[in-house]
């Protein structure tokens, strides 16, 4: 029997009964039954020996007690014993305020390292999982938290006892069984002792027809009296065998009457009710082997500290609302207290103190930060050219008792592929950190930081001379009482290139957003342009450096342009030679497309199903093109209500979209200046796309989704844009300046993979070259090998170098997109901030060329504002609640704060008891063994009342 389940036995009838009255009604009625039971069979057996009225008015008695119990009605229930474990909840925040020093020493770790050391190290999880059902969840800038792990020992341990004690159950024949049948054994007997002495006249002689005297028939050895003690001896037997062995045939259902007396062996039990039911955590887990439950965590990879926000309020809520309160023992809240998005605190606290669930918030970080100054971020351009003058654009934060007035030098030198760190094998630690080998000051700036961890914004401006790679850094000389040298320099990658961008435009007509483009493009130096206008006449005169008539015919006219851009073409006028060019262009020589998407001749694209170059031409495209044709295929034309887009969180990654300084002001442009009007029809976004904005309109949304406006994938080594409506010349009613910047920006960034091409045998890409700390990056390499054919490797490796001078392997694979083979992807996870190098050697010993590209990462502005340690509101969150603060310094041992968390939290667990239906076989069982009682004994009594003469 489950452990958790117990027998019940009670009369059903006895609830029934309501009211003293009815109970002294039935009393008295048992009463009434049984003094007139006994006073007719006293006078019914007057005249018979004692041990024969003994006999016959027990027999009577026993026949109206069955009836009795018959009436108040025996029944068996199997009560659920249900036990609803306590529970504690470990919160760990991972935003990306976590990547801070946990302490004010350099040496000190972050302190999303202390929260895996508390978590993993400590074992913290399996100390609770003792008595609790301990839950991990992670969050930051999510509205819920993410849940992780769900631990309890005593499950598993509750399952192995119970396999054991359903093992032990089997036992022998009962002894009540062995004590019935030898009742029923001596009753038997003595029944036919009895009877013999009966029917052989023993105690009825008589002596010359007379009746004995008195005095010669009293009671000897072998006379009347022997008879009367046997049956008196048989009755008593007969009802306790009966009784004894009714009672376990009875109680033991699931055994026959031969199984219970030892004449069969107990078969199996059936494999389905051998196994154990299912505990209550099994039906919480659905019975999910892929459950947090049943999974092992990998903590390192799990906690990593990358969220844009930490949303204390919302996550804690979360929990409340999915946790029952009175078996929420605690829940336990591993942060550094920012925050900063999402609901306030004050409504989780509410709810936590209506459930009565106290928080203990663990408090990571310093509360008092030291003199610190650090460059948080650095953007430099990717790509300049000589004599071209661009910013070089840094953001200082400094926190302190006072305001500090610092040097910051701007610092420029050749980029020979190594780490930034001093080689000087005799240089220091701060000399390493604050040093680039070959650098040269070119700038230096005095600036005035405030001590309360305000970002304050510096700018350089530099005209670069020389072509090649090279480096820029922006150092602070921080004076003497700088606590961190490591975050007093940060570096950047550029290239200074010479040659012009080979940009070809194609466009279906004459539309603003071509001839905006193609001036803005003929205007500036650094590009080559050609044109072909698909509608234009020959002689006609066109601001480009070449007039094209057709799509280029060979390898070697597509392939010398970096990028092509098609404003809404006429696909019928190009074949399908010239779109395997156009094929062969993105995939193998990493080149760029931008797709213009317009009214006319987008719609066609998939109208003729059958043509075989439809399948071609949407290939192209990062959507899935809509196929109902050009009438039903969605989309506006002629619209007459503008309509600003809705930007994606991929957007904020996109530098062509910052159309000025910053994104912040670059986005408010981007919703004041107007909006658009129309769009084109597509129906999603393809596997391994990013979507970057949708036409806001809502009236304009199918199966809950907006029309997609800008989207982006990688095809093969190639980069493909797609804009849906040839409108962003609007732009310009914010300045002229703003369009530009798109469009040079956008086109620049398609044709990135040619422009930094650094070898004929492949070309390393990643899907963003700035990132936020936490954020995924893509990695993408297409490869060829020295017979210049698609690479077949399994696998190859590249290397990581991090912003600490870490190395990590990188293994890309090959990619299930690319038929053509020799496309390889990975992806890795930015943790800290400051610039990521990721380099792949191809080729063999003789002859290895290298590929490299460059990520620049940051912490958010929310994230930095505030890196004190929110030591107020902590204990606040803790003492509203009645919880217990924990502070947690660089040196606090991770063992004494398991301590104090496992003596506040007790455990509070709730058991109920679920009564369960009666037992049918067991009445069916009853009313069996009280009718052979009934019987037995009315027939006993008739054979003993005809025996002996009586009516």
């Not at 040097?407 to 950190?433: H, I, K, M, R, Y």
């Not at 001590?451 to 001379?465: C, G, V």
């Not at 040619?754 to 070309?763: E, F, H, I, K, M």
Request: include cysteine.
């Amino acid at each position: 029997m489950n452990p958790s389940e117990q027998v019940v036995y009670e009369f059903a009838r006895a609830s029934s009964l309501d009211g003293w009255w009815v109970w002294a009604a039935v009393v008295l009625g048992l009463a009434v039954a049984y003094s007139a039971c006994i006073f007719y069979y006293k006078r019914d057996v007057g005249e018979l020996r004692r041990p024969v009225r003994w006999t016959l008015i027990g027999l009577r008695l026993v026949a109206v007690t069955a009836l009795v119990f018959l009436f108040f009605d025996l029944v068996r229930r199997t009560e659920r014993r249900v036990t609803r474990p306590s529970e504690v909840i470990v919160m760990v925040d991972t935003s990306q305020s976590m990547s801070l020093p946990s302490g004010d020493s350099i040496e000190a770790v972050s302190r999303v390292e202390r929260a895996r050391e508390l978590v993993a190290v400590s074992e913290l999880v399996e100390s609770f999982a003792k008595e609790h059902r301990t839950s991990v969840y992670l969050f930051d800038q999510a509205t819920e938290p993410w849940l992780v792990q769900t631990k309890f020992e005593q499950e598993v341990a509750t399952t192995g006892e119970q396999s054991l004690n359903e093992e032990a159950f089997a036992e022998p024949i009962s002894p009540f069984v062995l004590f019935g049948g030898f009742c029923l054994a001596v009753s038997a007997i003595a029944s036919l002792v009895a009877f013999a002495m009966g029917g052989l006249g023993i105690g009825n002689a008589k002596k010359n027809g007379k009746r004995l005297t008195k005095a010669a028939g009293a009671e000897t050895p072998g006379s009347a009296s022997a008879i009367g003690w046997s049956l008196l001896a048989a009755a008593i037997t007969l009802v306790f065998g009966i009784v004894s062995i009714g009672g376990v045939y009875a109680v033991h259902t699931d055994r026959s009457l031969a199984q219970l007396i030892g004449l069969e062996t107990a078969g199996e039990p059936d494999s389905a009710e051998s196994q154990p039911a299912p505990s209550e955590s099994d039906l919480d887990s659905d019975g999910d082997p892929e459950s947090p439950t049943m999974k092992a965590v990998d903590w390192d990879e799990v906690i990593v500290a990358g969220g844009a926000q930490s949303r204390i309020g919302d996550a804690l809520r979360s929990v409340l609302v999915d946790h029952d309160p009175t078996t929420l023992a605690g829940v336990i809240v591993i942060t550094d207290g920012q925050n900063n998005g999402g609901a306030t605190l004050s409504s989780a606290l509410a709810l936590a103190r209506r459930g009565e669930v106290a928080v203990y918030p663990v408090g990571l970080g310093s509360s008092q930060p030291p003199t610190n100054i650090r460059v948080v971020d650095l953007e430099v351009p990717r790509r300049v050219y000589p004599g071209d003058k661009f910013v070089v654009a840094s953001v200082l934060q400094a926190t302190g008792t006072s305001a500090l007035e610092v040097d910051v030098e701007l610092v420029d030198a050749l980029d020979t592929g190594e780490g930034s760190s001093s080689s000087d094998p005799g240089a220091n630690a701060e000399q390493s950190a604050t040093s680039l080998p070959g650098g040269v000051v070119l700038e230096t700036q005095r600036v005035k930081l405030e001590p309360d961890a305000t970002l304050t914004d510096i700018r350089f401006e530099i005209e670069p001379q020389t072509v090649g790679r090279r480096r820029l850094a922006v150092r602070v000389v921080a004076p003497a009482e700088d606590r961190n040298a490591a975050d007093n320099m940060q570096t950047a990658r550029y290239e200074v290139v010479a040659r012009k961008l080979q940009v070809l435009a194609i466009a279906g007509g004459p539309t603003r957003e071509y001839r905006f483009v193609r001036n803005l493009l003929f205007r500036d130096e650094s590009v080559q342009l050609d044109v072909w206008l698909q509608t234009g006449m020959q002689g006609m005169s066109q601001d480009a450096d070449e007039l094209l008539a057709r799509f280029p015919e060979t390898a070697e006219e597509l392939f010398d342009y970096d990028a092509v851009v098609m404003f809404d073409p006429d696909w019928s006028a190009i074949d399908s030679a010239s779109l395997e060019l156009l094929d062969r262009f993105l995939t193998q020589q990493a080149g760029g497309l931008v797709l213009v998407a317009g009214p006319v001749f987008h719609p066609k694209i998939s109208g003729d199903r059958a043509d075989p170059r439809s399948s071609q031409i949407g290939a192209f495209f990062p959507v899935n093109l809509a196929t109902r044709g050009p009438l039903l295929g969605g989309g506006r034309q002629g619209g007459s209500e503008s309509w600003p887009l809705k930007f994606t969180p991929e957007s904020s990654q996109a530098e062509f979209l910052w159309v000025a300084d910053s994104s912040e002001e670059s986005f408010e442009i981007w919703q004041e200046f107007g909006g658009f009007y129309d769009y084109v029809g597509v129906k999603s976004a393809k596997p391994g796309a990013k979507v970057y904005a949708y036409f806001s309109d809502p009236t304009t949304e199918v199966s809950g989704s907006l029309p997609i406006f800008m989207a982006s994938q990688f095809y093969g080594a190639g980069r493909v844009f797609f804009q849906g409506s040839g409108e962003v010349w609007r732009l310009r009613a914010g300045g002229d300046r703003y369009f530009d910047s798109y469009y040079t920006k956008l086109i620049r960034w398609v044709s990135e993979g040619r422009l930094l091409r650094d070898s004929n045998r492949g070309v390393l890409l990643v899907d963003s070259d700035r990132a936020m700390v936490g954020q995924n990056i893509a990695l993408r390499a297409v490869l060829v090998d020295d017979q210049f054919q698609p690479l077949t490797e399994p696998f190859v490796t590249a290397k990581l170098l991090a912003p600490d001078g870490k190395i990590k392997d990188l293994k890309l694979t090959p990619a299930a997109d690319s038929p053509r083979g020799g496309t390889y992807t990975g992806n890795f996870v930015v943790t800290k901030s400051g610039g990521y190098e990721i380099q792949l050697a191809v080729g063999d010993a003789l002859d290895e060329q290298l590929l490299r590209q460059s990520v620049q990462v940051r912490l958010p502005t929310s994230e930095l504002e505030r890196p004190r340690r929110a030591d107020d509101e902590l204990l606040n969150l803790a003492s509203t609640t009645r919880g217990e603060y924990v502070p947690v310094d660089e040196t606090t041992p991770m063992s004494d704060v398991k301590a104090t968390l496992s003596e506040a939290i007790v455990p509070q667990s709730q058991v109920t008891l679920l009564a369960g239906t009666p037992d049918s076989a067991f009445t069916l069982r009853r009313n069996a063994v009280l009718m052979w009682l009934i019987a037995s004994v009315l027939t006993f009594e008739w054979v003993t009342r005809r025996l002996h003469r009586l009516a």
